[in-house]
């Protein structure tokens, strides 16, 4: 402490002599947590940045230096976000600070010159303010001037654990301007900073402007061998500042380095401010180049119209097609959400159809809640053509169906749902006059709780009104009332007696109109159909589970199964309209299904017996070996099932599936349904995945796939059998799958896959990926082809090709180039 007896200043209050060494400061001295506001820079006594400047916080400047020795700095490139990490000092502190709370302090020596009325704080300072903390070796604070003065080794530690560091910092104008000198950062997300120098001002609507000057900024590690390289990427700009007022910051003289060289400039850069949540503006530019759009630019514009819904527009100007746009809306409400995608553009003649004109689309999707029961939504998928969605990169199929629809649930046991369904057929060979609209489509559905018995009761209602210009127009309406019952004997056996009853009531129009009449447009010939009919089935099913342990193997099942069902025989049904049983395959997953078909328009009758027998090996590690094998028996040879289904004979074809992972790098899994007297093959759906952990590659894994199916009724490939006349023939699918993914030394990744179909002796498509990750950095490169035709023209359709390579900054944002 200093002895002399201080000299009091008229009017001055009165003061200790000797001040303890802990004090409590009130009132604007609780500003010493300065460096909580948010800053942006402004040239302020700009001085050259040094290496000494950061100390251990990480920071390496190159050596080249700009004009007056000052060096360049850093900003984000056009479009770019703005690094969350990097830019926090910019903003207003993550947490809240109460900005009336007291600052506690401690320092090694406090002194007051009651001469110049000045309080010095000097050794250890080290002052705290909620769980902010600010540590100078001398603080002063003029109780004239009202002007605070932090210097040596100031450092502010944010709650968040970001450390900010200065050299000095003077506060001042009731310590609402702040000024800091060799201002250095170790920020989250790995983010450092430094700047020359940084001011805050409050201008005289109340907002904050802030200045920072010659900025640099990174999130990369440095390099261990040499840590005075320079890192990966960093920012520099000669000025960042962040507009209170306006919510925005502003970069000058912008400039992206890798590896210490210069790569990428701009001598003006805009962004909102992190402090607010969306602002409208232009987001970051993209290019590309393709074989139907040439060379293009995509400017996407952002516009946030409210705190629930935006808008993003993206025009596409290109060399060799009329400019496009696209827009993507979101919106998020208090009671739902919706999001609405669409374009338009225009198709010049060069793509595998030569169609020409304008084209687009909409995609469009919501889900609203309407109360604690109800909920509504819809999903609409609308396009000119197939061609022009290939051409654009867009997805989607030769038909797209759209729906509208309310759910109802009542507990988990109740529910309800009120829908309507369209399709839009893309295919030039569909005849857009025979596709069904549905309009209701009503379903309820109640599952009783369990009886006194432990049987559980299901009972369903369901109306359907299915409607074309051309071919049969259907009204249905039916219940379905099902039983289930559980029983154990005592030697561990499982039974289960099911039954189920069905009634349903037809009313449709333009039944089995013949193919003559329909490629005449005509529903000429067709037959009205009014019939209300019922079916009951019944059934018993056994199963019995044996098991025994492997001892150190694990343990061992195998379990029989048989199901006896039965009830009225229901003939082909041929008289009845099929809108919903066309899709049909028989595999392991239905063998033990009451009614194997999928729909309503078509119930199972008779007398059958299924069986099956399953076998398993659990190991102790946790892997496995599971199979199973079945087939079932009809009592009687009715035509109830199509040819090739598998189940039109009395003997249905043997279905099996296999399940191998003993290990977590080897699985493997088949499902097959072979003929029930040749075993020939029907059906093969088998893939297989290997790690490479016994070779020592942990990171990488081998996957194949193949598949062979029979053609089905909604199986068929289309043939020109004359000029503009088309007709389906079936189709048998077999197809080969290959793939390999792999990660080298932690940062580098890769990935290769294609199919190939064998019954056309093609390839599919096929693709590769590799990439580039560490802590500051992604580069990646994707490339995929789609050697799809179209079925008309037999011509590739458009963009089957496509490349896209990205850059990724990481706390800063990322660029992509794409090539179709």
């Known amino acids: 402490m200093n002895d002399a007896a201080p000299r009091k200043r008229p009017g001055a209050p009165p003061v200790p002599r000797n001040l303890p060494r802990r004090a409590r400061l009130l009132g604007g001295a609780a500003a010493l947590a300065l460096l909580a506001q948010p800053w942006a820079t402004r040239p302020v006594a700009a001085q050259p940045l040094r290496q000494s400047d950061f100390g251990n916080t990480g920071i390496v400047l190159p050596g ?408 049969a127009k259907t009204r249905r309406a039916g219940t379905r009332l099902s039983y289930e019952l559980p029983r154990y004997d005592s030697l561990g056996g499982q039974w289960t007696f099911r039954s189920q009853a069905d009634l349903v009531g037809y009313n449709a129009e333009n039944v089995d109109v013949p193919a003559a009449a329909l490629l005449r447009g005509s529903n000429e010939g067709g037959q009205e159909v009014n019939t209300v009919r019922a079916n009951i089935r019944a059934a018993v099913d056994w199963r019995l589970p044996l098991v025994r342990s492997a001892g150190a193997y694990g343990q061992q099942l195998i379990e029989p199964r048989v199901q006896v069902v039965t009830g009225p025989s229901t003939g082909r049904q041929s008289n009845i309209p099929n809108e919903d049983s066309l899709d049909f395959e028989f595999t392991d997953a239905n063998l033990f299904a009451l009614n194997r078909f999928t729909g309503r328009d078509r119930l199972e009758g008779g007398t059958r017996v299924d069986a099956a027998m399953r076998g398993a090996w659990y190991f102790p590690s946790g892997g496995s070996v599971e199979g199973l094998v079945g087939r079932s028996f009809r009592a009687s040879d009715e035509r109830v099932f199509e040819a090739r289904s598998g189940l039109e004979k009395r003997a249905s074809d043997w279905v099996a599936r296999a399940t191998i992972a003993p290990t977590s790098w080897l699985d493997l899994t088949a499902r097959t349904r072979l003929d029930g007297e040749t075993l020939d093959r029907r059906m093969i759906d088998a893939s297989a995945g290997f790690g490479l952990a016994p070779i020592g590659l942990n990171t990488s894994r081998l996957t194949f796939g193949y598949l062979y199916e029979l053609p089905s009724p909604l199986r068929t490939e289309v043939q020109q059998t004359s000029p503009g006349v088309y007709a389906s023939a079936p189709r048998f699918i077999r197809e080969v799958y290959a793939g390999a993914s792999t990660r080298i030394a932690d940062r580098w990744r890769a990935s290769a896959f294609t199919r190939y179909d064998l019954e056309f002796n093609r390839a599919v498509s096929y693709g590769a990926t590799a990439a580039y990750e560490d802590e500051c950095f992604i580069f990646e490169g994707r490339f995929y082809r789609s050697l799809a035709e179209n079925p008309v023209t037999a011509r590739p359709y458009p963009s089957g090709t496509t490349l896209i390579l990205r850059v990724s900054l990481k706390t800063v944002g990322e660029f992509a180039g794409r090539a179709l």
């Open 64 to 471: 080249t230096a700009g004009a007056g020795g000052v060096p360049q700095v850093t900003a984000p490139p056009p479009g770019a976000a703005p690094p969350a990490a990097g830019l926090s000092i910019l903003r207003a502190g993550g947490t809240p600070v109460d900005r009336d709370a007291p600052v506690t302090f401690t320092a090694n020596e406090v002194e007051y010159d009651q001469n110049e009325n000045r309080v010095t704080a000097s050794g250890a300072v080290e002052a705290w303010q909620g769980e902010r903390i600010l540590r100078a070796d001398r603080f002063t604070y003029d109780r004239d001037t009202g002007i605070a003065t932090a210097e040596g080794n100031v450092q502010l530690l944010e709650p968040d654990g970001q450390v900010i560091f200065a050299e000095r910092a003077v506060l001042q104008g009731g310590m609402r301007d702040t000024v800091v000198e060799g201002l250095r950062g170790l920020l989250a997300q790995n983010g450092r900073l430094a700047a020359n120098g940084a001011r805050r001002r409050t201008t005289e609507s109340g907002a904050v402007v802030s200045d920072l000057s010659r900025v640099v900024y990174s999130s990369c590690d440095l390099c261990a061998e040499n840590p005075e390289a320079p890192p990966l990427w960093q920012l520099r700009s000669r000025l960042a500042t962040q507009d209170g007022e306006d919510k925005r910051i502003r970069f000058r003289d912008a400039t992206v380095e890798f590896d210490g060289i210069p790569s990428f400039y701009t001598p003006y850069l805009s962004m909102p401010d992190p402090s607010t949540p969306r602002a409208s503006g232009f987001l970051s530019p993209s290019f590309g180049q393709t074989r139907y759009l040439g060379a293009f630019t995509e400017i996407p514009y952002y516009w946030a119209i409210d705190e629930q819904s935006d808008l993003t527009v993206t025009p596409i100007i290109a060399t060799q097609a009329p400019p496009s746009a696209f827009a993507n809306y979101r919106g998020r409400y208090n009671f739902g959400t919706m999001t609405i995608l669409g374009s338009v553009g225009q198709l010049t003649g060069k793509e595998s159809s030569r169609e020409k004109g304008l084209g687009g689309h909409v995609f469009a999707r919501g889900l609203f809640t309407i109360d604690e029961n109800w909920q509504a939504g819809f999903n609409i998928n609308r396009a000119t053509s197939e061609t022009y969605l290939r051409a654009y990169r867009q997805p989607g199929t030769g038909v797209l169906s759209s729906t509208i629809y309310a759910d109802g649930f009542w507990g988990y046991n109740a529910y309800a749902r009120i829908s309507t369904l369209s399709f839009q057929s893309l295919r030039t060979q569909d005849v857009t006059a025979r596709i069904p609209f549905v309009l209701p489509n009503l379903y309820y559905e109640k599952v009783f709780n369990r009886d006194e018995l432990g049987g559980t009761l299901t009972a369903d209602a369901s109306a359907i009104n299915v409607y074309r210009d051309l071919g």
